[in-house]
Nanobody, 120 residues
């Protein structure tokens, strides 16, 4: 069974920093794209950042220059470093990944989500 588990969410003051982690585990052969999405109450889920297996990155416009995504392929982990946090960054953050298992079947997976709250 393949699964993603996020950690690192919490309460932080505006201007502060937080690092989210996502660990993929199970019968994994390879992981292509990994990414972070977020969803605030009443809003649609949006892309925060993604990273390919070769290291190419993509960021949502609202987080460019403030957030950094990186991954450790040997550990099957992806991270999101969030700096200069704003109240509008408050949301549930979800890890996402395209994973091929050891039966050579590719699926898209989601983590359970971790709450990030930016407030004074």
């Amino acid at each position: 069974q393949v699964q993603l588990v996020e950690s690192g969410g919490g309460l932080v003051q505006p201007g502060g920093s937080l690092r989210l982690s996502c660990a993929a585990s199970g019968s994994i052969l390879s992981i292509k794209v990994m990414g972070w999405y977020r969803q605030a109450p009443g809003k649609e889920r949006e892309l925060v950042a993604s990273i390919g297996s070769g290291g190419s990155t993509n960021y949502g416009d609202s987080v460019k220059g403030r957030f950094t995504i990186f991954r450790d392929n040997a550990k099957n982990m992806v991270y999101l470093q969030m700096n200069s946090l704003k109240p509008e960054d408050t949301a549930v953050y979800y890890c996402n990944a395209d994973i091929t298992n050891r039966l050579y079947i590719k699926n898209n997976y989601w983590g359970q989500g971790t709450q990030v709250t930016v407030s004074s």
